[in-house]
Nanobody
Framework: QVQLVESGGGLVQPGGSLRLSCAAS????????MGWYRQAPGNQRELVAA???????NYADSVKGRFTISRDNAKKMVYLQMNTLKSEDTAVYYC????????WGQGTQVTVSS
């Protein structure tokens, strides 16, 4: 059974940084494409960043140059380094794994506020 557990969310001031982590279990992690999504109240869930099994990355325009996605296949982890955070980055952030089927974590809250 695939399990994804996010961590690293919290309250941060505008301009600050956070690093989100997602731990995977129950999968041959290296074969999965991974992604970070977010959902703010009243909004649809949206892609933030993705990394394929081969290491190719893709970012939403709103986070390009500020966020970096990475993965460690040996540790079965995917990370999202978030710098220069803005109030509009406030959302619940979800980790997703995909290989034929999507699997989601439970989400971690990120709040950017002074």
């Amino acid at each position: 059974q695939v399990q994804l557990v996010e961590s690293g969310g919290g309250l941060v001031q505008p301009g600050g940084s956070l690093r989100l982590s997602c731990a995977a279990s129950g999968v041959i992690f290296s074969r999965y494409d991974m992604g970070w999504y977010r959902q703010a109240p009243g909004n649809q869930r949206e892609l933030v960043a993705a990394i394929t099994s081969g290491g190719s990355t893709n970012y939403a325009d709103s986070v390009k140059g500020r966020f970096t996605i990475s993965r460690d296949n040996a540790k079965k982890m995917v990370y999202l380094q978030m710098n220069t955070l803005k109030s509009e980055d406030t959302a619940v952030y979800y980790c997703k794994a995909n290989r034929f089927t999507d699997y989601w974590g439970q989400g971690t809250q990120v709040t950017v506020s002074s």
